[in-house]
Nanobody, 126 residues
């Protein structure tokens, strides 16, 4: 089993920055594809970003391209999401997820992920 714990969320003004962290325990995640998802009030969960096990491949949803950077430190068993130029529409609970199958197939689909964190709230005030 893998436990994922997100941190780094909070209240920030529009235009500000946050760095979310996802610390894994119970098993190494260094061969897993990792993703970040978010869910805003009244909306469905949506894909935000993903990173391959090596960190050599990343992908972002269009709404965060150029503003967010996903990275990982396999030695620390941790994944990060650096968010810049935050907008009010970025307000959501952000979830970290681990996909045991490292293949890229379905990386934007939450159902393809095997482990999830409890989420961290990001609130952007305008």
């Amino acid at each position: 089993q893998v436990q994922l714990v997100e941190s780094g969320g909070g209240l920030v003004q529009a235009g500000g920055s946050l760095r979310l962290s996802c610390a894994a325990s119970g098993r190494t995640i260094n061969r897993y594809l990792m993703g970040w998802f978010r869910q805003a009030p009244g909306k469905e969960r949506e894909f935000v970003a993903a990173i391959s096990w090596s960190g050599g491949w990343t992908h972002y949803t269009d709404s965060v391209k150029g503003r967010c950077t996903i990275s990982r430190d396999n030695a620390k068993n941790t994944v990060y999401l650096q968010m810049e130029s935050l907008k009010s529409e970025d307000t959501a609970v952000y979830y970290c997820a681990a996909k045991v199958n490292p293949l890229l197939i379905g990386f934007q689909e939450g159902a393809q992920y095997d482990y999830w964190g409890q989420g961290t709230q990001v609130t952007v005030s305008s």
